[in-house]
């Protein structure tokens, strides 16, 4: 014990849990940031045992962590686990729940070629049937469609660079996360992992695209991102997807943006003090009938998430869809080149995927990834 307490500090997760976090979701008390670096530095290393492991991501999720915590614990895995490759050419990086999905189409790797195809180079990155959906998520669209996923992190740059689209395999670029994964499909519910993992940023981007549930939610990503040290991102848009994920919803979608330069502005505009976390976040509602897209999420189900989502791919790019589906991955490719800043506003964007789709870019995107 004496070994450990030299190494790690002063907080093994048995102390955390009957001095701080372990006494209910209504006593529990949050963390320092010093405590929550340390836990997470003793999970990597392999320290708790499985019973305490578990009882302690289980006392998080009842307490519910703040962006401090989860700052700490996403800093500790980009200092630890993540093995980071730069691109050349600045992609947008695409964080989506890495659990996937089991009812509706996977629409991002059909928007992110899109986009690619209009000139916005997209990362995305996921595992393999990540706890607790274990679902379609970006790796299984991708191998039904004959895209190699198997790559080291060095690879997946040197893609985006060829191709303008990348996608980063978690098992290669966060290998600590990766080894948590047993412990994780025991618990059987989601933990801060979950979370966190979909900011860790393999390519270094500047700008995050991702989702939420509800937009309490996307506020504490928008926290998270801005007090964490190891985070790079400039600009970050959060969404209500489909079921989660990077994909809009049809109907009133409410979106959350941040950009660092609007919180710095506002500060000092304000009082000169340092900003605040979460400083520079507007949040906004689009409704997707006002870009000429009468449907419902239902309209977005299929029966097979991963062979039915590899197919609409496929056909949209080729020019063979003129449906739902259609709309759904030239406004979700429209949404990454606003990310980016590449179009002033949605209407162009959707100008430009519709243009990559109709002269043939777009499918000329996925040929090139097929060969890479």
Known sequence: MAQTSQEFGEWPLKRLMTAVVGSGPKS???MSREQAREAMQRIFAGEPDETTLGAFWLANRWKRNTPEELAAYTD???????VTAEPDCDPIDCGANYDGKHTSALLGVGAGLVAAAAGTPVVVHSGDRVPTQKATAYKHVLDELGVRTDLTPAESADMTDETGFGFYYQPAFNPGVQ??????DQMGVRTFVNTIETVANPANADVHLGSFYHLAFA????ELIDESAELGYSRAIFFQGMEGYDDIR?????VAEWN????RSASDDASGDEPRAGDGLEDYEIETANYGMEMESEDLNVDDVTADSATITEEVLAGDRDDQFADAIALNAAFRMYARRDV????AGLEAARDAIADGSAEAVLKELREY
């Open 219 to 222: 506020k504490k990503m928008v």
């Open 260 to 263: 660092e330069s609007e919180a």
């Open 179 to 184: 080894d948590l994964y047993d412990r994780r």
């Open 76 to 82: 500790v895995m980009r200092e630890e686990s993540v």
């Open 28 to 30: 529990a008390d949050d």
């Open 250 to 254: 049809p109907g009133y979608t409410k």
């Open 344 to 347: 002033d506003d949605l209407d």
